[in-house]
């Protein structure tokens, strides 16, 4: 079951490691 801070916990996630993916996907 989904928690508020379960929620908060993968957003950060993704909000700290989905620019890195683009950014090696892009080359820049």
Not at 3 to 27: D, E
């Amino acid at each position: 079951m989904w928690t508020p801070r379960s929620v908060l916990a993968t957003l950060t996630v993704f909000a700290t490691t989905v620019p890195g993916i683009v950014a090696q996907t892009t080359g820049s």
